[in-house]
């Protein structure tokens, strides 16, 4: 067992590459995507350390992992190995998205992980099944703040790639999760519940104290540990190119907040600011800077609704 200084930040799912068709993406190219990769951006972006445990194949290089390389992101835990790396065909139409699994990469096991690393936050984020509920139960253990992401544990690609998602609800995992966040399509083939607030209260059953479920142009739902529910509103962006990455920049900007104030509603406003720069990019071209974020965060939060 290896001893180093904790990091803020622990984010465990694989780097992927995406192909993005939408109606404002002009020139499609394969570009660095997985929830991994954009909650790091995001966290780092506003001052955070971060540390990816990941897998990609050879057929990913440093020109492609160009964006990971700053100052204050641990990629010690990126694993090379001799198979393809996770890569995903993205189709969008308005808000609806189509999802192909082209290639997937290998799953990530206990000995990939360097338990003598522990951070501040753990936020377990799959993308394709690369986290069994066995693994993510171990890993709680290396985070004080612990958060899940389930959306590679709902999918289930067919023959030819396409994803369909399955009920996902695992009460040993649910039980040990501080901060739980979904899309709401997501949640609600996991609950099987039509209404996303009757479906985020059936989750919180199962343990997680924080639950946030994000709703696209709608806003952001989430259910607070006295059961209050809040209505967070999006923040309006510049130009609207590409949603991809908006949900896990959302969550690791809320983390990396939420750490620093303990204060949900303004961790949320952050987040649902930090998420509105990512789409007036392709991929993760476009962050913002923290002074740009807290700024749209202002507004959101003077926004936020709170229903009792």
Request: glycine fraction near 8%.
């Amino acid at each position: 067992m290896s001893h180093q200084f904790p990091v803020d930040l622990i984010a465990v799912g694989h780097i992927a590459l995406d192909f993005i068709t939408a109606e404002h993406v002009e020139k499609p190219n394969w570009t660095l995507g997985g929830s991994s990769a954009f909650v790091s951006l995001a966290a780092n972006m506003l001052g955070a350390s971060v540390r990816i445990i990941s897998k990609v194949g050879g057929d990913v290089d440093e020109k492609m992992l160009s964006p990971l390389l700053k100052p204050g992101i641990d990629l010690r835990g990126l694993g090379k190995e001799n198979a393809p790396t996770t890569r995903f065909r993205i189709n969008y139409r308005g808000e609806k998205r189509r999802l192909r699994l082209e290639r997937i990469c290998k799953p990530l096991t206990i000995e990939d992980v360097d338990i003598g690393v522990c951070g501040k936050a753990l936020h377990i984020c799959p993308i394709a099944d690369e986290v069994s509920e066995k693994l993510a139960i171990k890993l709680i253990e290396l985070g004080e703040l612990t958060s899940l992401d389930p959306q590679g544990l709902l999918r289930r690609p067919d023959r030819r790639g396409n994803i369909n998602l399955r009920r996902w609800l695992h009460r040993e995992v649910l039980r040990k999760i501080h901060v739980f966040k979904s899309s709401s399509d997501e949640l609600k083939a996991a609950t099987g519940k039509s209404d996303v607030k009757a479906a985020l209260k059936l989750v919180a059953k199962f343990g997680p104290k924080i639950l946030i479920a994000t709703m696209g142009s709608r806003g952001n739902l989430m259910l607070l540990p006295n059961r209050c529910s809040c209505l967070i509103p999006t923040c309006k962006p510049k130009i609207f190119l590409d949603p991809t990455g908006a949900g896990d920049v959302f969550i690791g900007s809320f983390i990396v907040e939420y750490l620093k104030s303990g204060d949900p509603l303004w961790s949320v406003a952050v987040g649902s600011a930090a998420a509105s720069f990512v789409v007036e990019g392709v991929g993760c071209s476009r962050l913002g800077t923290r002074k740009e974020i807290l700024e749209r965060a202002e507004l959101a939060y003077n926004r936020i609704k709170i229903d009792a």
